[in-house]
């Protein structure tokens, strides 16, 4: 498939308004289908996704990826400043097992005023992103390579972000443990599940005590095309984690 022959994505603006309250500008659409010709493209080479048709791609990887942090969306395209729920700017966002890049490259898309970083450990997904950067002409993200436990260790990283976005990484518990660490006092996880249970909730509650987080809510929702089932996980953090003295 060349860009020639390249399907054009759904631009869905009366979904996005209704689900969302928020529609992309004109740029902001160009970008999407960019990213989306860039992913179909790097398919070829690289095992980025099975989620190939435009209007599965729009709702899977756009509207699921912008579905978690749909309450920092600017209502209807006013691109004022973004905030965090306490009120404060909203600065630096880490995107774990970033993948292909979602949820972090519609986000930054659709939020240019939050820097996003975009972290796997898999050099070649890295080595995509970079080149997907400059061509979506995308100036507040950037590229991370590394493990998340030993990233979130480093002295700039650590407790360095007001929001960290997991999608598709493994059991919300392990997501946790991967993203608390990162957060300041205050920052919020985002966990972007299927569906969600008692037991993942129990398994989950008792791993972040330690970890200085607390679940502030779960969000059950549906996918506005295929009425698939999804929930969003939401952790704020609430004290610095404690590291146990050496012995």
């Known amino acids: 498939m ?21 529609v992309p500008n004109e740029s902001q659409q160009q970008q999407f289908q960019r990213l989306y010709e860039l992913i179909v493209e790097g398919n070829r080479h690289l095992n980025l996704t099975r989620i190939t048709e435009p209007i599965e791609f729009w709702e899977k990887h756009l509207w699921d990826s912008l579905r978690g942090i749909a309450r920092l969306l600017p209502a209807n395209g ?5 905030r965090d729920f306490t009120g ?11 993948g292909g890049g979602f949820p972090g490259l519609p986000v930054a898309i659709a939020l240019p005023n939050l820097s996003v970083t975009l ?24 590229t991370l390579l590394g493990r998340s436990d030993e990233i979130w260790r480093q002295p ?5 972000y007001d929001i960290a976005l997991l999608r598709a990484v493994g059991a919300a518990s392990l997501c946790a443990k991967y993203a608390l660490p990162f957060l300041k006092n205050g920052g919020l996880a985002v966990l972007y ?23 502030e809510s779960v969000e059950a929702f549906t996918t506005p095309v295929s009425q698939g089932a999804r929930h969003c996980v939401y952790l704020r953090k609430v004290v610095q984690q404690l590291e146990r003295p050496a012995r």
């Open 78 to 82: 006013n691109s004022g400043e973004i």
């Open 88 to 98: 404060q700017p909203m600065l630096k966002a880490m995107d774990i097992g970033t």
């Open 193 to 215: 599940r299927g569906n969600w249970t008692a037991e993942e909730e129990a398994d989950l509650q008792s791993a972040i005590g330690h970890l200085g987080g607390t679940i």
């Open 119 to 142: 972290l796997d450990s898999t050099r070649k997904k890295i080595d995509f992103l970079e080149t997907v950067l400059p061509s979506l002409t995308i100036q507040n993200a950037g």
């Open 156 to 160: 700039h990283h650590k407790a360095a």
């Open 2 to 22: 060349n860009q020639m022959t390249m399907p054009v994505l759904p631009e869905m603006n009366e979904l996005w308004q209704e689900s969302l309250n928020w």
